[in-house]
């Protein structure tokens, strides 16, 4: 068995952070677009949290591993939220080797919901937490081919990731707030050929 914790507790000064500006009425806009964004120095900032990995292989071809990472963040200046920082994140997979190269394995990723942010300028949408499922098969047939197959999202789930809503700026009061989702289920396949 393998595994792994971190545990932090940093404190910053002059941390940058990408932040959305109140537009039309903060003076540094660019006029004639939706949203501006620049990169400002936050004063004092806190940001603590835990990782967690590990691996076990229960079985000479059976392997279960997992992660989870969890960080809160804030502005210690103005109390606010950080936007910079995701919400929890976990992942969990089974695997099976029948020999070195060739197996599949089975994959559970997810997050929480956002619930904390900086509404002081913009008011942000926040994506509902998630779970998708994942299936992967790979084949090395030689040293020199192998493929891989994959079905991603298995039961086609709508969701969101806080780092692409956070970054374009996507308002709780968007009309077209589905086309900052992720993908449905998709199919996906590679060929690798070495020399």
Not at 17 to 33: K, R, Y
Not at 80 to 98: C, I, K
Not at 159 to 168: F, K
Request: aromatic residues 14%; positive net charge.
């Amino acid at each position: 068995m393998q595994t792994s914790v971190a545990v932090f507790d940093n404190r910053y000064r002059d941390f940058i952070e990408q932040v959305q500006l109140t537009c039309p009425s903060d003076p540094a806009c660019l006029p004639g677009l939706r949203a501006t964004y620049q990169y400002r120095n936050q004063t004092s900032v806190r940001i603590y949290g835990a990782e967690w990995r590990g691996a076990w292989r229960f079985l000479p071809q059976w392997r279960v591993d997992g992660a989870v990472a969890y960080a809160h963040g804030n502005n210690e200046q103005t109390g606010q939220p950080l936007n910079s920082v995701s919400p929890l994140r976990a992942s969990a997979g089974l695997s099976w080797e029948r020999t070195p190269g060739q197996g599949a394995g089975v994959r559970w990723r997810g997050a929480r919901p956002v619930t904390r942010t900086d509404d002081t300028s913009f008011t942000y949408f926040k994506p509902a937490g998630y779970g998708v499922v994942d299936l992967q098969a790979w084949w090395r047939f030689n040293r020199h081919v192998s493929l891989a197959l994959s079905v991603n999202n298995l039961f086609d789930k709508k969701y969101w990731l806080w780092g692409d809503v956070r970054q374009t700026g996507v308002a709780a009061n968007e009309p077209g707030v589905d086309f900052y989702t992720q993908p449905g289920r998709t199919f996906a396949a590679s060929l690798k050929l070495s020399f």
